[in-house]
């Protein structure tokens, strides 16, 4: 009678299955001892290829973020590229936002060094310079890791349940706008003010007015 043949252990099977052990139980529950389990190998054969968890979370986040696939297909101004990549890791952490808590101490691979580097030269084409491409980069992320936690944590539907109103009367007086934010609503808060002032910034720079479609 013939008999199934199990997968050959590989990296990719290894992060394949990781991602979605990730997706089940968050990156905290992601243990070598979970993962062997449903490989249906022991933990040492995991050490095979990877020495250490951070080794193993640092090829996790290079997959997750590969899968995101937040870069444009098309030629874009700058200006719509920069949204276009914002929602793409927005809509990415949403996913599994469990990736927000470990994201500073991971270190930056291929696929992240992918992003940056599309993002600077797209910046610096427009003509912004070198050091004003770090700097908006940077607050692209803060923008993006800001609206995604705040998604998380800020949840009016669950604020409400067991509130005492007479201990937050603001809360409550606020509570109505709350329900009318929608989880992109976090996001353009902050970001598009952002690109507004850099957009003025570069027409004064260059004398050339872009525009902003949202």
């Not at 803060?142 to 109103?165: I, K």
Request: hydrophobic residues 45%.
């Amino acid at each position: 009678m013939p008999t199934s043949l199990k997968p050959v252990l590989s990296q990719n099977l290894i992060i394949e299955t990781g991602l979605e052990l990730v997706g089940e139980t968050g990156v905290d529950g992601l243990s070598f001892r979970k993962l062997a389990e449903r490989l249906g190998v022991t933990p040492m054969a995991l050490y095979r290829h990877f020495d250490d968890k951070q080794a193993l979370l640092t090829a996790l986040l290079d997959a997750f973020i590969t899968q995101a696939d937040v870069l444009p297909k098309t030629q874009l101004p700058w200006d719509e590229w920069l949204v276009y990549v914002s929602e793409g890791m927005y809509q990415a952490l949403l996913e599994e936002p469990s990736w927000l808590s470990v994201l500073g101490s991971i270190p930056m691979r291929q696929a992240s060094f992918n992003v940056l580097d599309a993002c600077l030269q797209i910046l610096v084409d427009a003509g912004f310079t070198h050091e004003q491409t770090v700097k908006i980069f940077v607050g692209m992320l803060q923008c993006v890791f800001g609206a995604a936690l705040t998604h998380s944590q800020l949840r009016a539907n669950e604020l409400m349940d067991g509130l005492d109103f007479h201990l937050f009367p603001a809360m409550q007086e606020a509570l109505p706008a709350m329900l009318l934010l929608n989880q992109d609503s976090h996001l353009y808060f902050a970001l598009i003010p952002m690109l507004e002032g850099l957009r003025r910034q570069l027409a004064e720079q260059t004398g050339n007015v872009t525009r902003l479609v949202r």
